[in-house]
């Protein structure tokens, strides 16, 4: 099955009249579908064999599934297929703010967050992949001027983070 949302909502305004002003923005979406997975597997008596070898292998064989479709007599792996949820989420931020300092210049400030997630299901017990990131972006610009001339001075601040874990 898949479902999808998507939602947000804006706001904005005068602060103080013709002087001050203020906006801003939300965005989010929110992904969930079924996912196919599958892989080969160690059998049951492979796993017994390797137990008895070494038994700090279990920890490691527990991670893993046993087969669930039909399996040759004596085959040392099988195949395990699974439906699970794959998982996208994705939020935004917007801010921007505008101050008339005098008739011929302004200060306006942008202010942008960005924070998208997604998991993507393996066919271990407990490995799903999942990426986290985070992006953050700012902006400062005055800018001010004559009859004849304008002028503009800017800043601006970024900065994005990425994480890929394997452990959900």
């Known amino acids: ?17 013709n002087k001050l002003f203020i906006f801003g923005t939300f965005e989010g979406y929110r992904t969930s579908a079924n996912v196919f997975v ?6 049951q008596s492979v796993r017994n064999q390797l137990i008895a070898a070494v038994p700090d292998y279990k920890m490691v064989l527990d991670a893993i599934p046993l087969p669930n479709q039909p399996v040759a007599p004596g085959a040392t792996v099988g195949l395990f297929q699974d439906t699970k949820e794959e998982i996208r989420r994705d939020d ?24 998208p997630y997604r998991t ?3 066919f271990y017990v407990s490995n799903n992949r999942t990426w986290t990131n985070s992006m953050d972006r ?28 394997h452990l959900r």
């Open 120 to 122: 993507v299901p393996s």
């Open 1 to 17: 099955a898949l479902m999808y949302n998507q939602y947000g909502a804006s706001l904005g305004g005068p602060i103080v009249r």
């Open 92 to 115: 935004h931020v917007d801010l921007k703010g505008d101050w008339v300092v005098s008739p011929n210049s302004r200060i306006a400030v942008t202010y942008t967050h960005g924070q």
């Open 138 to 165: 700012a902006n400062i610009s005055y800018t001010t001027g004559g009859a004849t001339w304008t002028s503009e001075s800017r800043f601006g601040w970024s900065r994005w983070q990425r994480a890929v874990h």
């Open 38 to 43: 599958q892989g080969n597997v160690p059998t």
